[in-house]
């Protein structure tokens, strides 16, 4: 009677459970309808499609989309009770989905069919939609999310280019939403062009050193002030759409010194103050419009004034280290945004998360998103964009997704999402691609003090998380990755292309001759990896290598001619030098960069002898009298940051290192201009008649400042040499 008694229980309990679900879906089948509005907009429509489509993939049962209830709905509606929400819910036999608006109802179906139907979209070309069978929601479930951040940005082409692919990771279809076009940031040259006023008035730019210049504005100048208004005025008629615009400084640190203006930043406590006083009189005029301002570089550290309410404030945080978290790495920066927090609630926080000027190189500072995102959510960001590469580069998709999710959840584990990702993404060989992943950044906690700069390189890591036993790890793990999908051309390709960081690293390590495995002289092997690299590129659409335009063209030419130079005699290789001016900072400050056959690469950190303000003059020994007709150097520009190629390079010889007499000069072929490539190699190559000499004598002329038009002039200007040749 007893087991009677249990077995009655059980079959009453089994149905209580099955009559307190709704079955949405049943082999193929439904008596469910999706149901909006008879007055549902476009928006409305198209959630109510997708929810259809992705239903019909995972289950084959296809719902009709109408606007009559029915006895079974799945009804799609707004809720206007508070902003920045999503919510759904099971009651009676109806599924209710609802967002705060129309783009939070599309995010609500997305998130309906993650966390109901286990769905993962993991890049505009690929996504999981698991199969069921049946579909069943329990009665009275409630599901309801409100993100902490309320506009999320990932600055990846992935979103931009995709905005379906936005919608399924809840981010904008574009880096500045709201805003005017042309007043993004960086916009007081914008509004005050230096050709039409820096003549007449000077006094409206900033003081310099005792000089006038067009790097900023004079802030405390009445006239600035109403011209500013004006061209903000005439922004925002011409865009009566935008809400925002940027009032900011233009990118560079020579703001106005003048008396006016440092007495404002000392009683303010920062230069913030000046920029702080100024953006409120412009807000003031524009009460129901946002006016955003940057706390950046010398704006960074909060003032005493506070922000209107309508000024939005852009903090950036570009000098961070990004080999740990903020609060651990960053205290000064960590600081500023509580200082930030207790002045406004209106933060808006651009944060960086790829290495500018290797797009490609491996950058181990994924485990610091987590903790960042969630340090800016818990002060005040209610806007936060990460300033990712907008092209692709080093573990694009992850990156893309990964920001995406954090975004969204700032406490979502990144263990979890890397795993769930690679295992999604990249099928059998995910498991080593998050193998790579969890090693490279092993190698950088071994090394506490090593500095991950945004604007760094791989040659700074050469010694730290890319070792050459490093290096031959990472390869190892993708050598077996490629394996495991070697008979999938889709997963294969991704792997490569998930790859090319450490293919990267590989060539550059070759480049900087860091050892005999790992050499240009071992030519087949830095060939075959060349090929490699540039087949991924190709393959995967790739074209850039950095922020200043250096193309992967101009990459495989630059590797493509250093071959070739490391091939070729070179009778200075790993003699003397004597540097007769002193470099700075880069390679070391070692003379002997320039003999070491390790030849510069697209960025400054790549094995180039650096020289601020000043010439290169240096003195090369041969060790003994040769006959030459030829010597050269190679020399590298970047214009943003204040690297020029030299005027000219003039070459001497001599016999006994006293006596010099000149060799010829090599002049500069593509002098400075505006419109000068932004990132550029040149060799200063001279041929002349055959000598005998045993020193060669290498000066290279300096600009010393840049230009006028130049927003660093007033600064000292660098060169950058690599390799002197001579034969």
């Known amino acids: 009677m007893k087991h009677f008694v249990f077995y009655l229980a059980f079959i009453l309990l089994a149905y209580s459970c099955n009559s307190s679900d709704l079955t949405i879906t049943n082999k193929g089948k439904s008596k469910y309808s999706i149901v909006i509005s ?98 069943k929601i329990a009665k009275g479930k409630k599901y309801q999310y409100s993100p902490r951040v309320h506009v999320r940005t990932v600055h990846s082409k992935l979103y931009y280019d995709n905005h379906d692919f936005a919608d399924k990771q809840r981010v904008t279809y574009e880096a500045f939403p709201m805003y ?97 006083r100024f953006v409120n009189a412009v807000a003031a005029t524009f009460p129901q419009k946002t006016i955003s301002t940057l706390a950046y570089q010398y704006t960074r550290k909060a003032c005493k004034t506070e922000p209107l309410d309508n000024v939005l404030i852009t903090l950036c945080s570009i000098e961070c280290d990004r080999s740990a978290p903020i609060t651990d790495k960053s205290p000064d920066f960590a600081d500023d945004l509580r200082d930030w927090k207790q002045l406004t609630d209106n933060i808006r926080i651009w944060d960086y998360t790829t290495q500018f000027t290797n797009f490609l190189a491996p950058f181990p500072n994924i485990y610091t998103l987590e903790p960042n995102v969630r340090f800016f959510a818990d002060n005040n960001a209610k806007w936060i964009f990460e300033q990712h590469s907008h092209n692709p580069s080093e573990l694009f998709e992850l990156r893309s997704y990964l920001l995406a999710r954090l975004l969204w959840n700032p406490n979502r584990n990144t263990d979890v999402l890397i795993r769930e990702f690679c295992e999604g993404y990249y099928g059998q060989a995910g498991t080593k691609v998050a193998e790579y992943i969890t090693n490279i950044h092993g190698e950088l906690a071994k090394d506490p003090d090593f500095f991950l700069f945004l604007y760094g390189g791989p040659s700074q890591a050469f010694t730290s998380f890319l070792r050459p036993e490093a290096l031959d790890n990472y390869n190892k793990s993708f050598d077996e990755a490629e394996q495991a999908v070697i008979n999938d051309p889709v997963l294969l390709e991704r792997v490569k292309r998930a790859r090319l960081g450490v293919r990267y690293a590989t060539l550059e390590a070759c480049r900087a001759n860091l050892t005999e495995q790992y050499s240009l002289k071992n030519t087949n092997f830095a060939k075959s990896e060349l090929k490699a690299f540039e087949s991924s590129c190709d393959k995967g659409e790739i074209t850039m290598m950095n922020e200043t335009r250096f193309m992967v063209s101009d990459y495989l030419d630059l590797f493509e001619r250093n071959i070739k130079r490391a091939e070729a005699t070179n009778l200075a290789f790993g003699k003397k030098v004597k540097l007769l001016t002193k470099p700075h900072k880069y390679a070391n ?11 510069g690469g697209g960025s400054f950190y790549a094995n180039w002898l650096g020289f601020e303000g000043n010439d290169l003059s240096a003195v090369i020994d041969l060790g003994e009298k040769q006959t030459i007709q030829n010597v050269s150097t190679g020399f590298l520009q970047v214009v943003n940051h204040v690297v020029f190629f030299p005027t000219e390079v003039s070459y001497y010889a001599s016999t006994d290192g006293k006596q010099f007499r000149l060799l010829g000069k090599a002049k500069n072929k593509r002098p400075l201009s505006r419109d000068s490539k932004i990132n550029d190699t040149q060799m200063f190559q001279l041929e002349f008649p055959e000598v005998n000499a045993r020193y060669i004598r290498v000066v290279a002329k300096n600009m010393k400042t840049p230009p006028a038009w130049h927003h660093a002039v007033g600064l000292p200007s660098w060169i950058f040499a690599d390799e002197v040749q001579v034969w």
């Open 38 to 135: 008879e007055k549902a907009g476009a928006e409305e429509k198209e959630a109510a499609e997708i929810l259809q489509t992705y239903l019909q993939k995972s289950t084959g049962a296809n719902l009709p989309i109408v606007t009559q209830s029915t006895s079974y709905d799945i009804r799609l509606n707004l809720a206007s009770d508070t902003a920045h929400f999503i919510r759904y819910y099971a009651d009676n036999e109806n599924l209710h989905l609802q967002g705060s608006d129309v783009q939070y109802l599309k995010y609500c179906v997305y998130e309906f069919l993650e966390r109901e139907l286990s769905c993962r979209f993991w890049a505009p070309d690929a996504e999981t939609i698991p199969e069921h069978k049946q579909l």
């Open 180 to 276: 005017a076009p042309g007043a993004k940031v960086h916009t007081f040259h914008r509004f005050m062009p230096s050709d039409k006023y820096f003549k007449k008035h000077p006094e409206y730019c900033a003081l310099v050193d005792g000089k006038r210049r067009t790097t900023q504005l004079c802030l405390s100048n009445p006239d600035v002030l109403e011209i500013v208004k004006k061209a903000v005025e005439g922004i925002f008629n011409e865009n009566p759409n935008a809400s925002v615009v940027s009032v900011s400084q233009d990118d560079n640190t020579q703001y106005c010194r003048c008396a006016k203006c440092e007495a404002i930043h000392k009683e303010e406590g920062s230069p913030s103050g000046s920029m702080i």
């Open 589 to 599: 400050e070692d003379p002997q960069t320039l003999t070491d056959n390790a030849f």
